[in-house]
């Protein structure tokens, strides 16, 4: 059993950045693949980022690549969502998920641990 805890959320005004952190229990964390997701109110759940067990894959949405970066510390087991060059079109909660596989995915139904989420408003 995983447990996801997420924090860093808040309000910034548009080009600004925020840091998301999500801190996961549990020995096993360095061997799952790990995502972020988020959820605007009234949308369904999208991808946003993903990274494989190592590092040393990742994979980013279109509508964030070149402002968002994730990035992982298997020794502290946690998981990490640089923000930049925020915008009104990013507010929504996000979410971070664990896979008990290694590789990468984009999709809800590959992951199968979820954190709490933590709301992330940009104002324009």
């Known amino acids: 059993q995983v447990q996801l805890v997420e924090s860093g959320g808040g309000l910034v005004q548009a080009g600004g950045s925020l840091r998301l952190s999500c801190a996961a229990s549990?020995?096993?964390?360095?061997?799952?693949?790990l995502g972020w997701f988020r959820q605007a109110p009234g949308k369904a759940r999208e991808f946003v980022a993903t990274?494989?067990?190592?590092?040393?894959?990742?994979y980013n949405a279109d509508s964030v690549k070149g402002r968002f970066t994730i990035s992982r510390d298997n020794a502290k087991n946690t998981v990490y969502l640089q923000m930049n060059s925020l915008e009104p079109e990013d507010t929504a909660v996000y979410y971070c998920?664990?896979?008990?596989?290694?590789?990468?995915?984009?999709?809800?139904?590959?992951?199968?641990?979820w954190g709490q989420g933590t709301q992330v408003t940009v104002s324009s």
């Open positions: 998920a664990a896979k008990r596989t290694r590789g990468t995915s984009r999709y809800v139904d590959d992951y199968d641990y």
């Open positions: 549990g020995r096993t964390f360095s061997s799952y693949a």
């Open positions: 990274i494989s067990w190592s590092g040393g894959s990742t």
